[in-house]
T-cell receptor, first 117, second 118 residues
Framework: AQTVTQSQPEMSVQEAETVTLSCTYDTSENNYYLFWYKQPPSRQMILVIRQEAYKQQNATENRFSVNFQKAAKSFSLKISDSQLGDTAMYFCAFMNPPNFGNEKLTFGTGTRLTIIP | DVKVTQSSRYLVKRTGEKVFLECVQDMDHENMFWYRQDPGLGLRLIYFSYDVKMKEKGDIPEGYSVSREKKERFSLILESASTNQTSMYLC?????????????????FGQGTRLTVV
């Protein structure tokens, strides 16, 4: 079974600084999807960024980027120029490869990120 | 915008009651999921469904059942609620990633139901 590990339960950083959240996973598959989700105090889970394992290029979305190291099974999230609205719980998630009926998302335990004014 | 709607935001039930949590999505997604979220444990999958009337057990199915009679609706049932089922429950839906031309393989979530069993 796939597992996703987030080793940082809590982090805090000053506004405008850069912060990196770590995530490692374990799988024997070669083609899969990885995601970072954000859950603010409103509880609504929001997709931050997506990475497809067969793509070598790291995904970026504005201030958010990932460092995807497939061999090391590592998928870290970098938030640049952090803003107060980035305060949230962040979850790393793994999706099985395309295989009808076997596409569950497996989540890590989350990192609570606080941006300090 | 994709919308995943859960029937209740907060719910309080008594031990032994049969509890229904409803989830409806409006994006014609084939996949639907039920998770529970507990502090320090992240999101754990209870059940998922990849088509009408199809269901698969997740990691923690004990004490739960599900129903998917229509594509847009996925219900989670607590047959006899117990205090250890007090938790946040999240519903999600997605397209199957086997649909190659679609970019949106991510799951979209409802706003969550905080269930308290007393």
């Amino acid at each position: 079974a796939q597992t996703v590990t987030q080793s940082q339960p809590e982090m805090s950083v000053q506004e405008a600084e850069t912060v990196t959240l770590s995530c490692t996973y374990d799988t024997s598959e070669n083609n899969y999807y990885l995601f970072w989700y954000k859950q603010p105090p409103s509880r609504q889970m929001i997709l931050v960024i997506r990475q497809e394992a067969y793509k070598q290029q790291n995904a970026t979305e504005n201030r958010f980027s990932v460092n995807f190291q497939k061999a090391a099974k590592s998928f870290s999230l970098k938030i640049s120029d952090s803003q107060l609205g980035d305060t949230a719980m962040y979850f790393c998630a793994f999706m099985n490869p395309p295989n009808f009926g076997n596409e569950k998302l497996t989540f890590g335990t989350g990192t609570r990120l606080t941006i300090i004014p | 915008d994709v919308k995943v709607t859960q029937s209740s935001r907060y719910l309080v039930k008594r031990t032994g009651e049969k509890v229904f949590l409803e989830c409806v999505q409006d994006m014609d997604h084939e996949n639907m999921f039920w998770y529970r979220q507990d502090p320090g444990l992240g999101l754990r999958l209870i059940y998922f469904s990849y088509d009408v009337k199809m269901k698969e057990k997740g990691d923690i199915p004990e004490g739960y059942s599900v129903s998917r009679e229509k594509k847009e609706r996925f219900s989670l049932i607590l047959e006899s609620a117990s205090t250890n089922q007090t938790s946040m429950y999240l519903c999600a839906s997605s397209f199957p990633s086997s649909v190659r031309r679609r970019r949106n393989t991510e799951a979209f979530f409802g706003q969550g139901t905080r269930l308290t069993v007393v």
